[in-house]
């Protein structure tokens, strides 16, 4: 229970948010490999845990990753720890009085905080724990509005809101070095933002794809259905550079119906650069264009850092791509190159994931990162029906449940070798390279769900678009 270590192997504990769990472990460890550094905990890590024990780290480490974690609330230098409060005093008198020393001086000023997971104190049950850590060698004056140094007791009272204990299964105590990012969620919310669509992507999700991508500052990335630019904005919060395709004119360009309540068309000035306006990262915005991303625009060479999307599925946005089923078409006698429409053709679940691999293979960087969404009918899932690519490996894969019988699967890949010739046949020869077939049909699943649950005969609910 001892922590006998100096500066350079001190232990901390993270405290996370416990939304988004499944997220959590993928981004924490993302960001630690952003300082190459590697996720080290106890024997006894529970990833479904709001508190998590991690070795190996120095403070710029933990400080560097809660600079940009949404998943994450609090982080501690941690001195102490056990499952009673025995084991607690135990734990924080055998930590090491020499590293305890620069933060009880006698001319310094500090509070101690009390978190409880799963349970709410009273006041004075509060003070009373605080008072039980009277053996600590505290020489500083108490000041609760701005303090030199926080402490913090953390009890976990478990997950179970119906089965809560009367004492806590574990308890922490530590020195609070910083918070996170959470405050991000609120202040980059959709209904704050500027410009937004059908599907503008919420706040936290977008900047935990950005996190998952390792997206850093002077990376270039780049996404393919990029609607009203969320992820964009998300992107270049932490420096990178942003650009992006989409097939739809309209939303590409800001004009038509208005999405937001109260408003029947769009304002002249509501478009993706205003929203990098709005949050001061316009200086990174590259630009954004009208594209099919079935027929790619771009030149065979690795251009992105990072590729961070969220393809249409078919329920709020149709899945469109330029073309016809007809053999031969033939523009309009007067076509002049400027005022023709392509025709547009339905485009299957299984051909943009399909595509969305083999761009990726091609125009990533080695190192560099696909984050996307897989819609997912729950009854019939497997992990074998995430497509792979022979060039990408696959990082981490975290669901977000939408009803009892869908979910959408956050994706996340990492080129690992350049495209050869024969890399375009893998997917005849090795079946995990077969991309998401037979699941073509995710609308009407997913629709089809939705009238059961209501008893309707109708295949459709309000609020939704094709």
């Keep these: 229970m001892a922590l006998h270590c100096g500066r350079a192997c001190r232990q901390y504990l993270l405290h996370l948010a416990h939304d988004n769990v499944d997220f959590r ?3 924490i460890k993302a960001l630690l490999s952003l300082r190459n550094r590697p996720f ?28 940009r974690t949404v998943c994450g609330k609090s982080a501690f230098e941690l ?37 409880t997971f799963n349970k709410t104190l009273v006041f004075k049950d509060s003070i009373e724990k605080i008072d039980a850590l009277d053996f600590l060698p505290f020489k500083g004056t108490v000041n609760l509005k701005a303090p030199e140094h926080i402490f913090c007791l953390l009890e976990d009272y478990g997950s179970d809101p119906y089965e809560i204990p009367e004492e806590p299964f574990h308890m922490y105590f530590g020195r609070w070095i910083a918070d996170g990012q959470r405050e991000l969620i609120r202040s980059y919310s959709v209904k ?118 969220d393809p249409p599925y078919g329920i709020r946005e149709s899945t469109r791509r330029t073309g016809s089923h007809k053999d031969i078409i033939k523009p309009p006698e007067d076509f002049s190159g400027e005022s023709h429409i392509p025709v547009s053709m339905a485009y299957h679940l299984s ?78 020869a090795d079946p995990r390279f077969t991309p998401y077939h037979g699941h073509n049909s995710f609308r009407e699943k997913y629709f089809c769900g939705l009238t059961k649950k209501n008893g309707k005969d109708s295949k459709a609910t309000p609020g939704n678009k094709d």
């Design 25 to 27: 472990l993928p981004e």
């Design 40 to 67: 080290d905990t106890s024997e006894t890590f529970n990833e479904k845990s709001p508190f998590w024990q991690l070795n190996g780290l120095s403070e710029d480490d933990i400080r560097s990753v809660m600079s």
């Design 79 to 115: 001195w102490g720890h056990g499952t009673t409060t025995d084991e607690l005093r135990m734990s924080l008198l055998e930590y090491p009085a020499e590293n305890m020393a620069p933060y009880l001086q006698q001319n310094s000023t500090y509070k101690i905080n009390v978190y």
């Design 192 to 309: 704050k933002r500027h410009f937004i669509g059908n599907t503008s992507m919420d706040a936290g999700l977008s900047f935990i794809m950005a996190n998952h991508a390792k997206v850093k500052a002077d990376d270039l990335v780049y996404d393919p259905f990029v609607g009203t630019g969320s992820l964009l904005v998300a992107c270049s919060r932490f420096g990178a550079y942003v650009c992006g395709t989409d097939i739809d004119y309209n939303t590409i360009h800001g004009v038509g119906k208005a999405s937001r309540k109260n408003q029947k068309w769009r304002g002249p000035d509501e478009n993706i650069r205003a929203n990098l306006r709005q949050y001061g990262t316009e200086s990174l915005y590259v630009d954004v264009m009208v594209s099919d991303a079935s027929k790619t625009v771009w030149r065979k060479t690795a251009q992105f850092d990072a590729i961070v999307t």
């Design 351 to 428: 051909d943009i994931f399909a595509d969305l691999l083999n761009f990726a293979a091609h125009h990533l960087v080695l190192g560099g990162r696909l984050i996307y969404w897989l819609p997912i009918y729950r009854p019939e899932y497997c992990e074998e029906m995430v497509p792979l690519h022979p060039c990408l490996t696959l990082i981490s894969n975290c669901e977000q449940t939408l009803s009892s019988h869908t979910s959408r699967r956050l994706i996340t890949m990492e080129k690992t070798k350049e495209p050869e010739e024969s890399d375009g046949l893998a997917h005849l």
